[in-house]
């Protein structure tokens, strides 16, 4: 059965996803990598064509992402989508939690659209709408403000057994 790994931007899925599919032998898909592969640069999506038609996609990427047998990543957002949300239901889910002050070194440099403007600001607000959502889908919650991704990978193969 898939891992998948929700939380909040920088919290660490795509580096500790990348990690853990490594040690479980299991192939990794990054639902953002998958975006811009397919469809270019995430803030481009957002620039020409809004959020609405980017969680539309990303819905598409996601829903084939979850039936394959990997270690999965999904975007920040992904969970906003009702369908996501139910087909997360039956699989084994770890939520990623960071703390504002952890996150915001974490952050720099990145091109992310929703806190472009706003910085660590805006990625509290976002947080707060969408810890709700990430709390009720979670088999496992892990902060990683101080935590090492080598530990993190030990805690979700501890868990899970580390087999995708
Ligand atoms: N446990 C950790 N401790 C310290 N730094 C970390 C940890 N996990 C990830 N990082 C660093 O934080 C940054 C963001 O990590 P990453 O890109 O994996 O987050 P993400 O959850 O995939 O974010 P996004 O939703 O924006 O894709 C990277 O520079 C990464 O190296
Ligand atoms: O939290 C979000 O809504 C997002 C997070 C990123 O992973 C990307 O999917 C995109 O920048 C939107
Ligand atoms: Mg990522």
């Not at 939380?7 to 032998?25: D, F, T």
């Amino acid at each position: 059965m898939p891992i998948v790994l929700i939380g909040p931007m920088g919290s660490g899925k795509s580096r500790v996803g990348h990690r853990l599919a490594a040690s479980a032998g299991a192939p990794f898909i990054d639902t953002d990598q998958r975006i811009v592969e397919r469809y270019g640069p995430i803030e481009e999506i957002f620039e020409r064509e809004g959020e609405e038609y980017f969680r539309i996609i990303e819905r598409e990427v996601v829903a084939e992402a979850l039936h394959e047998e990997a270690v999965i990543s999904l975007g920040g957002g992904a969970v906003l989508h009702p369908d996501t949300r139910a087909d997360l239901a039956d699989l084994q889910v770890v939520w990623l939690r960071v703390s504002p002050e952890a996150v915001a070194p974490r952050l720099a440099g990145g091109n992310r659209p929703l806190i472009a403007e706003g910085g660590i600001g805006a990625w509290t607000a976002i947080l707060e709408q969408r810890e709700p959502i990430y709390a009720e889908l979670a088999d496992l919650d892990i902060d990683t403000s101080r935590r090492s991704v080598a530990r993190i990978v030990d805690d979700i193969t501890g868990r899970f057994g580390g087999a995708a």
